[in-house]
């Protein structure tokens, strides 16, 4: 053998044993890496305390607080309207004023009974006076006759005596009927003032004015509109505006006959304007306490306050009720629940060394996102989120803990 085949001997030898060499290299790293990629990852989240609810959300209009038709107490052509659609009034502000001719003369005719009766009452009581002041004369002479009587008999003769004591009687009971003459003048005193208020509360009434503050919605009559009386019953009396109030808003709801007995009065709601991507909060402030028998819901108003006026009548809006509510619950995702058909629950954790176990759990009450554990776990354990069925008891698994939003707090 020559140098030149003992040289490429040694150089087919050193690319063998290279290849060998790194083939085994190879082959180590690959077993090296095979554990850490056989071992699947699984989301998970941890099981912490919180407040959990029990929610419904309603749809609903906004209805004004108070809306009434304006009418008026008296007919009448209305002489002069200051209000227009959109104006803001407060209550006891004149909206019109109604011209009512007759009623004036009325005004002026009970003013004059009143007068009258007031002249009568005076001439009533100077008669009094006058047959007062005559009693006292006679009963006087009468006394003074009866004592010279009675202290020298017969030196007054018994006629005398007699006419003195008629006149004594007479001049009182002249008394007595002046004072119920007086009685009568004061009674017809009180008739006529009686009448008198009467003409000027129908005179007042000739100012229409605003019953509560609000908004004036629609306006019916203008200048020189015949207007009926809204007392009168056999005609249809037209309004003069109708007046709204939008400080406070009624939000009405249907509650469905499972939700009616969680219903309580003065509690808050979270009320949500999809129209002006906005929240606000009210108050259960009444309901019909009673079932409608064709939709099975009940008649509920939310109170919610307006005052800036942002919110209008008719929007529509979603109200969250919250019938129940655990303040420190422990709680775990609707995600890591599984549910078989007999009602029973399970979750599967992973144990410190990376072990799925599976866990019977009895649940509580359930919000929108998650749900309260009652039995079968503990703080800070572990549950695997998602599909159950990819993972099996006692595998290993590489854990990836998942943000989660806190859980939803009750208003």
């Not at 008198?196 to 503050?213: G, K, N, Q």
């Not at 619950?329 to 599976?358: H, K, M, W, Y």
């Amino acid at each position: 053998m020559n140098q030149k085949q003992k040289v490429t001997g040694i150089t087919v030898c050193v690319l063998i044993a290279g290849v060998i060499g790194l083939r085994l290299m190879t082959r180590a790293t690959a077993a090296a890496d095979l554990p850490e990629q056989s071992v699947p990852t699984a989301a998970v989240a941890l099981v912490k305390r919180g407040p959990v609810a029990n929610s419904i959300t309603l749809a609903g209009a906004f209805r004004a607080y108070q809306q009434v038709d304006v009418h008026a107490k008296v007919a009448g052509y209305i002489r002069k309207i200051y209000v227009d659609v959109g104006d803001h009034v407060k209550a006891g502000q004149s909206l019109a004023v109604l011209e009512v001719p007759e009623l004036s003369a009325e005004v002026a005719g009970a003013k004059a009974g009143m007068r009258r009766a007031e002249d009568g009452v005076t001439r009533a009581q100077s008669n009094v006076h006058s047959a007062e002041s005559i009693h006292a004369a006679y009963h006087a002479g009468y006394t003074r006759l009866k004592q010279a009587s009675e202290a020298r008999p017969g030196l007054i003769a018994e006629q005398e005596l007699d006419d003195s004591m008629a006149k004594d009687k007479d001049s009182e009971a002249k008394i007595e009927s002046g004072k119920a003459a007086l009685a009568e003048a004061q009674s017809q005193l009180a008739v006529a003032q009686a009448e008198l208020e009467r003409v000027d509360a129908l005179e007042d009434y000739t100012r229409v004015t605003a019953p509560f503050s609000g908004v004036v919605t629609k306006r019916y009559a203008d200048t020189g509109t015949m207007i009926q009386a809204g007392t009168s019953s056999d005609t249809q009396s037209m309004p003069v505006v109708q007046l709204a109030e939008y400080t406070k808003l009624r939000l009405v709801v249907p509650v469905p006959e499972s939700a009616v007995p969680e219903v309580q009065l003065g509690s808050v709601v979270r009320v949500h304007v999809s129209a002006m991507n906005q929240d606000f909060e009210g108050k259960i402030a009444r309901f019909a306490d009673a079932v409608n028998d064709e939709t099975r819901t009940m008649h509920t108003e939310i109170d919610v306050r307006n005052s800036d006026g942002a919110l209008k009548e008719g929007m529509y809006a979603e109200a969250k009720l919250i019938l129940k509510e655990h303040k420190d619950a422990l709680t775990v995702p609707i995600q890591a629940v599984e549910r078989n058909n007999t009602g029973d629950a399970s979750v599967l954790t992973v144990d410190r060394d990376g072990r799925v176990q599976q866990r019977q759990v009895k649940l509580g009450m359930e919000s929108s996102d998650r749900v309260e554990v009652m039995a079968g776990l503990k703080d800070t354990d572990r549950v695997i989120l998602g599909n159950h069925s990819e993972f099996h008891e006692g595998e290993r698994v590489q854990p990836k803990v998942v943000n989660e939003t806190q859980p939803e707090a009750s208003l």
